[in-house]
Structures are given as structure tokens and as C-alpha cells.
Nanobody
Framework: QLQLVESGGGLVQPGGSLRLSCAASGFTLDNYIIGWFRQAPGKGREGVSCISRNGAGTNYADSVKGRFTISRDNAKNTGYLQANSLEPQDTAVYYC??????????????????????WGQGTQVTVSS
């Protein structure tokens, strides 16, 4: 059974940091791109960041550029999202997702929810003083 499990969320003060993890089981992430998404109350799910199969290609939403860093460790079958300088507007449930890309490239990724076939259950991030 293909499964993704997020961890690392929590309550943090503005300006603080969190490191979110996305552990895969039932499959190996090597051939999958990884995406991070978030959904705030009353809003749709939005793409935050994505990373290519070999880790060389990344993309970020404008709202998190320079503050968030996506990475992956294929040996540990895990993806990560380092979130720094957190702001109250970053408060949301964060989801990781994985999919085998439709294109034949090791360096591309996508931040569209429709591209992804396997999703985690989400982890809550709350930024508040």
C-alpha cells in the first residue's frame, strides 16, 4: 500500500521555523516527484513547492520564496520542507504528495494538485504569538 506520512507541524511564533517531513512507505520515492501543498481554513489547496526526482530541480510559490526550502533524501525515502521566517499567513494544513511524472526528465516538477496521485494526511502548522 502506497502511503505518505507527514510530520513536524506544530505551533510556532512569527519568525520561527519548522521542518516538515514526508516519509514514504510501500514504494520508493526515487522515481517520483514530490510536492508540498497547503490549505488554510476556507481556502483551496495551493502549491507551495516541488522537487524533481533527482533533487536538482525545485520550484516555489512566490509567497514562500526565500523562506522555504524543499529537499529530499532518497536513501531515507523521505522528503522535507524547511520553513523559516514563518508568518501568520503561513498557517494551514500542509500536505505532501508524490507522483511519477508524465514527462521524461529528472529535473522537472509540478505544483498542480491534479498532477499528484499519492497524498499524505496532512500536518497542521499554526503561526501565532
Amino acid at each position: 500500500q502506497l502511503q505518505l506520512v507527514e510530520s513536524g507541524g506544530g505551533l510556532v511564533q512569527p519568525g520561527g521555523s519548522l521542518r516538515l517531513s514526508c516519509a514514504a512507505s510501500g514504494f520508493t520515492l526515487d522515481n517520483y516527484i514530490i510536492g508540498w501543498f497547503r490549505q488554510a481554513p476556507g481556502k483551496g489547496r495551493e502549491g507551495v513547492s516541488c522537487i524533481s526526482r533527482n533533487g536538482a530541480g525545485t520550484n516555489y510559490a512566490d509567497s514562500v520564496k526565500g523562506r522555504f526550502t524543499i529537499s529530499r533524501d532518497n536513501a531515507k525515502n523521505t522528503g522535507y520542507l524547511q520553513a523559516n521566517s514563518l508568518e501568520p499567513q503561513d498557517t494551514a494544513v500542509y500536505y505532501c504528495a508524490a507522483t511519477i511524472p508524465r514527462w521524461n526528465s529528472d529535473t522537472g516538477c509540478a505544483m498542480f494538485t491534479g498532477e499528484y496521485t499519492t497524498w499524505g494526511q496532512g500536518t497542521q502548522v499554526t503561526v501565532s504569538s
